[in-house]
RNA sequence: GCUGGAGUGGCGGAAUUGGUAUACGCGCUAGUCUUAGGAACUAGUACCGCAAGGUUUGAGGGUUCGAGUCCCUCCUCCAGCACCA
């Protein structure tokens, strides 16, 4: 036998699963149970890294194990494929995005098939393939439709400069993030997706699913569901205002929300958010209106990041009117404060000092009143005061247009009167056109197409236009598990039976950073079509497991700055990728979201064991001694187990632990510990004289789904024709890890004196016996007097003096 | 600040879920082999101590025959959210 090339055997069995077709799945198989298996898709940056590895190739390692299990498993892969890497490589490069994006995932398709994962590449899902994007379209259709979508006017980071929409995070200290310019908020037009109106279902619904606590609580958080009172407050210009000029005080109504309506009596003074529409009416009304102004102009000018984060209050009280306390009848002061958000609740709210710490600051600021009243039932006063009992959420709608080029083109055309349409399904796809200049120029880019007019006049009139928005990329993914299970039909997005064998996802691994975005869109766009009768379940994964990060060796996250970087086609070059599969799988559990950090040495280690694993198969197949007679190597059965024969049933005993315990593990995701014991028991094989073919091939099999090519070139070379990925998770027996004789520990006083050994028969008063009797112990009691002698069965004997 | 998670050797981590803490791997030390070794193999390796023995799971307390695991107080780190009324 040769040494081990991981280059050539791993090339070899790539090809050659290829060629066979060997995770080719169907949608049903007679006998087998279906299980479904999902990643997150990538982003084809045209670059894998470990990150990229950490995400499919562990995971596979559970594919795998699910299909020897006798499961049919669908564990398929493809493109998120719009977004804006590939329209800032257009702005910078003069690339074409889409040949840019084509590149790249073909560049990607070979490093993804050089892990060795069992993807069923058939079934590939590409978001901006308009096959894909003709259902995204489809999908927004069927929302307009349903009230689920709607044109609304939403604040946007805008920076007058680059002249583009900036998110959050590329906004630092309210300027630009590439060119430092100051970023204005501006009022944007966008289509809005009514994911609010799912609120409650979108929390209520985590109960029954089986996703990990931290999960749900986090969406939980994320959805902000507090309970409280609308309370209105009637708002008059002050009779002794200057501009009352002796009239009437006409009265306004502020409404208010508050979760400690039972404070009420303790209210002393109103604020409202700078954007409140009250202001504006009672322009005329107060007195200082010009420092208002001002106010809110400033406030204009911060970001609501920085508006929130900012930890000193601010605010301008409103001369000249004053509010009315409905349960006190007491005149407060009214002021216009940017801690009050416009966006929340009603974008009003009540100050009560004595009970809330952002009032007590800003009262003691401005030298409001702090006081102190009983507290009130909170529904009693509601009702009294004319209020009423609401629930309100930090969830806002979610908007999914952007003025950019490469994404879904939102299937809207506006009649000569601007009123707008959605394109027909029989027009879908509704092709992005081609004709575009990326240079950004304050409009979105489709606007400049004139392929994209030419045929909205054609098809729908003289004087029509098209909408220039694309769709948020968030959209794109919120719905691809669906197209995998029937990605060339051009009738539906997905055939009812085939989403009725594979739906809902089994099993959904995937990065934390996606527990409140993706995750929760794509939950809510579950629940729209299944209102819709589109989709048979309400939700859509059955489980969810979230994965940490791979840290550079440093500890930190890997950057190019810190020159932490693991290249995995490096490593994969020089140790293979079954040695980046096991190390991965090694470093920790997966499924918990703790980052772990690669270990230059730790990857050697590994790519030891796979050396001796190669070594030991050397053993064995190399040409029996004659006279081995019965025990010769290559010769013993798995039937041929005999307790009589003490080597192999020790052997035997250890490899049957390690198959119930591997097992075990693999359900829990803790395949670090799967590896551990795989090392054990070769560690004892490479003791022993005589490794039985069969116990060596039961061991291939436990590998098989950590490094698939090496076992298979193992597997092969003990004679095997049929691929070890298609043959049957190892089972164990009952009967073979019993133990007759174990060891136990003795205890004096909870410490550790002695171990004796038993046999499984012997009664409790011989055991216990046996502990007192032994010597370490006995030295220990000495002349002590013994209380009491406690056995816990199997374990230890502990003994109390 | 709030919420969630976590603190175990020099490092990644293990611990049958309240029952012999430190499995497995890395690193380190010594040795064997070698022209050489950043290879391979063998042995050792939680800490203190020559030893007997003692100590140890972020700190302190508690429950228990027995606590890494349960309870209370505190500290530190990580993640998410953040003026949410």
Not at 183 to 191: A, S
Not at 637 to 643: E, P, R
Request: aromatic share 10%; proline share 4%.
């Amino acid at each position: 036998m040769k040494n081990y090339d991981h280059k050539i055997i791993e090339k070899k069995w790539q090809e050659e699963w290829d060629k066979n077709k060997i995770y080719k799945v169907a949608d049903e198989v007679k006998g087998k149970e279906n299980f479904y298996q999902l990643v997150e898709f990538t982003y084809p940056s045209g670059n894998l890294h470990v990150g990229h590895w950490y995400a499919f190739s562990v995971p596979d390692i559970f594919a795998r194990y699910k299909r020897m299990s006798g499961y049919n498993v669908l564990y398929p892969m493809g493109f998120d494929a719009f977004g804006l890497p590939a329209e800032n490589a257009a702005i910078k490069l003069g690339a074409d995005p889409k040949i840019w994006t084509y590149e790249h995932m073909d560049k990607m398709r070979l490093q993804l098939r050089s892990m060795g994962a069992s993807f069923d590449w058939e079934r590939e899902v590409v978001t901006c393939d308009p096959k894909y994007y003709k259902w995204t379209q489809w999908m927004f259709n069927q929302f307009l439709k349903n009230d689920l979508a709607y044109r609304d006017t939403t604040k946007v980071n805008w920076c007058p400069k680059d002249m583009t929409i900036l998110a959050n995070e590329q906004v630092t200290d309210g300027k630009c993030e590439r060119c430092g310019n100051e970023v204005e908020q501006r009022d944007q037009e966008q289509w809005m997706l009514r994911i609010s109106k799912y609120a409650d279902r979108l929390i209520d619904d985590l109960d029954a699913l089986d996703w990990p606590l931290e999960i749900k609580s986090a969406q939980k958080n994320w959805i902000g569901r507090s309970e409280g009172s609308e309370i209105e407050f009637e708002v008059h210009p002050h009779p002794a205002s200057p501009l009352a000029k002796g009239e009437v005080p006409k009265a306004e109504g502020v409404r208010v929300f508050t979760t400690r309506a039972d404070t009420l009596f303790g209210v002393s003074y109103i604020a409202i958010a700078p954007e409140h529409e009250l202001i504006l009416k009672l322009k005329d009304k107060i007195e200082n209106y010009d420092e208002v102004e001002k106010y809110i102009s400033d406030t204009k000018k911060k970001s609501e990041l920085d508006r929130q984060q900012s930890k000193e209050k601010t605010g301008v009280e409103l001369k000249g009117i004053k509010a009315i306390n409905p349960a006190t009848g007491e005149w407060l002061s009214v002021w216009t404060a940017d801690y009050v958000l416009a966006g929340y609740g009603t974008g009003a709210v009540m100050g009560v000092p004595q009970h809330d710490e952002r009032d007590n600051a800003f009262a003691v600021k401005y030298n409001l009143p702090i006081i102190d009243k009983p507290l009130v039932d909170a529904k009693e006063v509601t009702e009294k005061v004319g209020g009423k009992l609401v629930s309100t959420y930090r969830l806002r709608d979610w908007g999914i247009s952007r003025q950019r080029y490469w994404g879904v083109p939102i299937p809207i055309v506006y009649d000569t009167e601007g009123k707008a349409h959605p394109v027909p399904d029989e027009h879908l796809p509704w092709l992005l056109p081609t004709d575009v200049d990326h240079k950004p120029s304050g409009v979105a880019p489709l606007s400049k197409s004139k392929e994209l007019l030419e045929r909205t006049e054609k098809i729908f009139g003289k004087g029509w236009r098209p909408e220039v928005e694309t769709m948020d990329t968030f959209v794109d993914s919120s719905w691809y598990f669906y197209r995998y299970l029937d990605n060339n039909n051009d009738k539906e997005f997905s055939a009812k039976e085939k989403m009725e064998s594979w739906m809902p996802v089994d099993l959904y691994m995937g990065g934390a950073e996606h527990t409140t975005m993706h995750l929760l869109y794509s939950r809510f766009w579950v629940k729209a079509l299944f209102d819709l009768g589109l989709v048979k379940d309400a939700e859509a994964y059955k489980v969810r497991k979230n994965r940490g990060l791979i840290l550079g060796p440093d500890g930190n996250k890997m950057s190019k700055s810190k020159g932490n970087v693991i290249d995995p086609d490096e490593i994969v070059d020089r140790l293979g990728a079954d040695t980046v599969r096991l190390y991965l799988a090694f470093m920790g559990p997966y499924g918990v979201t703790v980052n772990y950090p690669w270990d230059p040495n730790g990857v050697v280690g590994v790519r030891r064991f796979l050396e001796r694993v190669w070594k030991l198969a050397e053993r064995i197949t190399a040409k029996p001694a004659k006279d081995f007679g019965a025990f010769a190597l290559g010769d013993i059965g798995q039937g041929t187990h005999d307790s009589k024969n003490s080597l192999l049933a020790s052997q035997s005993k250890l490899l049957h632990k390690t198959i119930k315990s591997i097992s075990e593990d693999m359900e829990e995701h803790k395949y670090n510990t799967c590896i551990s014991k795989m090392m054990i028991l070769l560690n004892s094989f490479d003791k022993e004289e005589k490794v039985s073919t069969e116990d060596f091939k039961t061991f291939l099999c436990l590998l098989a789904p950590f490094a698939p090519h090496i076992a298979e070139e193992l597997w092969t070379e003990l004679g095997e024709k049929e691929s070890i990925h298609l043959s049957l998770w190892p089972k164990y027996d009952e009967n073979l890890i019993k133990d007759d004789e174990i060891k136990i520990a003795v205890q004096v006083n909870g410490k550790v004196r002695g171990e004796i050994t038993i046999s499984v028969d012997e009664n409790e008063e011989e055991i216990k016996n046996k502990g007192l009797a032994d010597e370490n112990v006995a030295r220990h009691l000495a002349s002590k007097e013994i209380k009491k002698v406690i056995y816990v069965k199997g374990r230890l004997i502990s003994i109390v003096v």
